[in-house]
């Protein structure tokens, strides 16, 4: 089956600490993308990736880092600098980006709690 | 004023009941509008993509209205099943890709 896997579902972080989310893709998508929802709000841009070794800082890029090594994974890095990382954490992915922005799909998400 | 609004609710509404979501937009040069559906505690899933001549899918109905920068979501026949958190997307590449997510508006559908 297609589709796009986050893991860990349930993530705990310590004071200092980095930790890392992995996602993976098989749907042979071009970009990829990380939000963060909180509570009752909408879902906010950390960073995308076009294609392969390329990615862009989104709305809420401080204290988070990505990479993008390979077309199907796209790890997100929390800093110990993401003062407040508590939330939930989705990755999608959507086909080539192109001139008009096609719909994208999400892993199922991980819950990110500080210890 | 947000990029993208919606009226988060909460809809209580019968079973079988006709119910519309509207939503807000303030980038003339968006391009791309898509509905989602989020249940509680799990990831959007979309329900449909919204064209300028309006489009259907069984009892989903969505429209576009460019001109007062505003998309409807109408779901006819209300089950059960309905009762979700519905999202607001809108996309442009015009000036450097953007995507905003509504707050999202909750649908409760009740027997």
């Known amino acids: 089956d297609g589709g796009i896997t986050q893991s860990p579902k349930y993530l705990f972080r310590k004071e200092g600490q980095n930790v890392t989310l992995s996602c993976e893709q098989n749907l042979n998508h071009d970009a990829m993308y990380w939000y963060r929802q909180d509570p009752g709000q909408g879902l906010r841009l950390i960073y995308y990736s076009q294609i392969v070794n390329d990615f862009q800082k989104g709305d809420i890029a401080e204290g988070y880092s990505v990479s993008r090594e390979k077309k199907e994974s796209f790890p997100l890095t929390v800093t110990s600098a993401q003062k407040n990382p508590t939330a939930f954490y989705l990755c999608?992915?959507?086909?080539?980006?192109?001139?008009?922005?096609?719909?994208?799909?999400f892993g199922d998400g991980t819950r990110l709690s500080i210890l | 004023r947000k990029e993208v609004e919606q009226d988060p609710g909460p809809f209580n509404v019968p079973e079988g009941a006709t119910v519309a979501f509207n939503c807000t937009y303030s980038?003339?040069?968006?391009?791309?509008f898509f509905w989602y559906r989020q249940d509680c505690r799990k990831e959007p899933k979309l329900l449909m993509s919204v064209y300028s001549s309006g489009n259907e899918d069984g009892r989903f109905t969505a429209q576009l209205n460019r001109a007062s920068q505003y998309i409807s979501l109408l779901i006819r026949d209300s089950k059960l099943s309905d009762s979700a958190t519905y999202l607001c997307?809108?996309?442009?590449?015009?000036?450097?890709?953007?995507?905003?997510f509504g707050a999202g508006t909750r649908l409760f559908v009740k027997a």
């Open positions: 999608a992915s959507s086909i080539f980006f192109g001139t008009v922005n096609q719909p994208q799909h």
């Open positions: 980038n003339s040069a968006s391009q791309s």
């Open positions: 997307v809108v996309s442009t590449n015009t000036g450097g890709f953007k995507t905003i």
